[in-house]
């Protein structure tokens, strides 16, 4: 038996969680937010290795945004 058919090929967001260096809580809410995963039965958020790399990318994408957003000026708009 090899190595890759001991992994599990969908896997919970509180298993995934730790690798990321994120709590499942704050996992689940980018899951949300992006649409970035694979519903099971019963609507059980699932995520493939496929997923986590699109939800990273998603996240720093989301991350790199904020901070070009605190740089331009707020308008007044009572002047």
Known sequence: MTNES??????TPEQVAPELGMRPTELRR???ESGICTRLSKNRI???ADDIK????WIRARKSK????DKT???DPFA
């Open 6 to 11: 001991c992994v599990p090929v969908f896997r």
């Open 30 to 32: 980018y899951v949300r």
């Open 46 to 48: 699932m995520l493939h």
């Open 54 to 57: 699109l939800l990273v990318e």
């Open 66 to 69: 904020a901070s070009v957003w």
């Open 73 to 75: 000026p707020e308008l």
